[in-house]
C-alpha cells in the first residue's frame, strides 16, 4: 500500500540508475553492457541492457521510420518521373512535396538515433528530450501545412459558391502566408492532366494506399513504442494519403459539375490535419517541459512497485519498506522514475541499500520502459 508522505529526515542519498544503448541502431546488438550505479555511499551495482530491454517497440521503430523514408523516396521518384513524362505541374509539385515529406522522415531518424546515446559530458543527463523536440518541429510543420491549405481551400470554396464575396476574400487571404500554393490546384491540375492517362490515375491510388498503409504501420508501432516522433511521422503519412483520396472523389464527381467539392474535401483535410497536429504539438510541448506521464503509465509503474515491495517480503536479507512519492516524467519514448523507499528506524545502512538494489534490479528486469531510476529512502519512526 502507497503510505502518506512522510516529513522525518533522510538520512540516505538519492541513487540514479540510467540505462541508454551504447550502440547505433542499426548495428547487431551489442555485447552485453555494464552501466555504473553510483550514490555517496559509494557502492556499485551493474547493469546490463540492449535495445529490445529499453524500449517494447524494440528496432521495429527505427525500422519502419527507415521504411517510411524509403517509400517516400520512391513516391518521389514515380511522381517525379510521371510529371516529366505528363508535362503535369500538380505531379512536379507533389514530388517537391515528397522532398519534404522525406526530410521529415530524415529528422525521425536522426532523433530517435540521438536520444538512445549515452549521456556525455554536456548532457549528463543524456538526450531523450531530442525525441519530442523533432515530433515538435514536425507537427509544427504539419499544422501550418494544414493552415496553409485550409485558407486556400477556403478562398476557392468562396470563389465558387459565394462569388460575391469574392473581393473580401481576397482581402483576408492577402494577410495568410501561402505555405503549400500547388494544393490550390491539386486536384484541378491532376482531373485535368492524370485523366488524360491511366498511369495517372493509378499513381494516385497506389499513393493513396501505400501512404495509407504505412500510417497504419507507424501509428501502431508509435503508440506501443510510446515514440512521439514517429507518430508525428505517421500524421505526415495520413495527410498524403487523404490528399491522393480527396483527388479521386474530386476527379469522379467533376465530371458531373461538382467542382466544389474540391475545395470543401481541402477544408476537411486541413481542419482534419490540424487537429491532430495541435494535439500532437501540445503533448510534445508538455514532453520537454517535464511534463508528468499519462495516468495510465504512472498507474502501470505504481502497480509494478507494489509488486516489487510484495516480492522483496518473501526475501528474508531485504528489511520491511513501502513506497510514496512516485513521479515518472516521460522525456519521447523513455520514462524517468522517482520514488522515496520508507523502512523503518532500526533499518542497518547494509539492509537499505540492499531493498535500494532490488527495487532497480526489479524495474530493470519487469519494467525496462524505465531508462533514468532515481531512489530516495527514509527513516520512519513507526512504520504505516
Not at 521503430?61 to 511522381?79: P, Q
Not at 472523389?249 to 467539392?261: A, R
Not at 495510465?296 to 517480503?313: D, N, Y
Request: hydrophobic share 40%; with cysteine; glycine share 6%.
Amino acid at each position: 500500500m502507497e503510505s502518506a508522505a512522510s516529513h522525518a529526515p533522510t538520512f540516505m542519498s538519492d541513487s540514479d540508475t540510467t540505462i541508454y544503448e551504447d550502440q547505433p541502431w542499426f548495428l547487431d546488438k551489442p555485447a552485453h553492457q555494464h552501466h555504473g550505479h553510483h550514490n555517496e555511499h559509494g557502492h556499485d551495482h551493474k547493469h546490463g541492457t540492449d535495445w529490445s530491454d529499453i524500449l517494447d517497440g524494440g528496432r521495429n521503430v527505427t525500422r519502419i521510420a527507415i521504411l517510411s523514408l524509403s517509400l517516400n523516396m520512391v513516391v518521389m521518384l514515380l511522381k517525379c518521373a510521371a510529371g516529366t513524362y505528363l508535362h503535369s505541374l500538380s505531379l512536379m509539385a507533389e514530388a517537391s512535396h515528397a522532398v519534404s515529406d522525406s526530410l521529415s522522415d530524415f529528422l525521425t531518424l536522426v532523433c530517435m538515433y540521438k536520444a538512445r546515446q549515452r549521456p556525455s559530458a554536456k548532457f549528463p543527463l543524456g538526450y531523450g528530450k531530442l525525441e519530442p523536440l523533432g515530433s515538435c518541429l514536425s507537427s509544427l510543420m504539419l499544422l501550418l501545412t494544414s493552415l496553409g491549405i485550409g485558407a486556400q481551400a477556403l478562398f476557392q470554396f468562396i470563389k465558387t459558391v459565394f462569388p460575391s464575396y469574392l473581393a473580401w476574400a481576397n482581402h483576408i487571404l492577402s494577410w495568410i502566408p501561402v505555405l503549400h500554393e500547388h494544393h490550390h490546384h491539386h486536384s484541378r491540375d491532376i482531373e485535368n492532366e492524370h485523366g488524360k492517362s491511366l498511369y495517372g490515375l493509378a499513381l494516385v491510388v497506389f499513393s493513396m494506399l501505400a501512404k495509407e498503409a504505412m500510417y497504419h504501420i507507424m501509428r501502431k508501432t508509435a503508440r506501443v513504442a510510446q515514440s512521439s516522433v514517429l507518430e508525428a511521422s505517421a500524421l505526415h503519412q495520413r495527410m498524403e494519403s487523404l490528399g491522393s483520396a480527396m483527388s479521386l472523389v474530386t476527379i469522379m464527381f467533376s465530371s458531373f459539375g461538382y467542382e466544389w467539392l474540391d475545395s470543401l474535401c481541402g477544408i476537411i483535410r486541413a481542419l482534419y490535419n490540424g487537429m491532430d497536429a495541435w494535439h500532437l504539438t501540445l503533448t510534445s510541448l508538455g514532453q520537454l517541459c517535464d511534463c508528468s506521464a499519462n495516468p495510465e503509465t504512472i498507474k502501470e509503474v505504481q502497480e509494478q512497485m507494489e509488486c516489487a515491495v510484495i516480492q522483496a517480503q518473501h526475501l528474508p536479507e531485504l528489511p520491511t519498506f513501502t513506497w510514496n512519492n512516485v513521479i515518472v516524467v516521460s522525456h519521447g519514448s523513455g520514462l524517468s522514475m522517482y520514488v522515496t523507499l520508507l523502512l523503518p528506524s532500526h533499518t542497518t545502512l547494509k539492509r537499505a541499500l540492499a531493498a535500494e538494489a532490488w527495487v532497480q534490479e526489479y524495474f530493470h528486469t519487469h519494467y525496462t520502459k524505465i531508462q533514468i531510476l532515481r531512489i530516495k529512502m527514509d527513516i520512519r519512526e513507526k512504520m504505516e
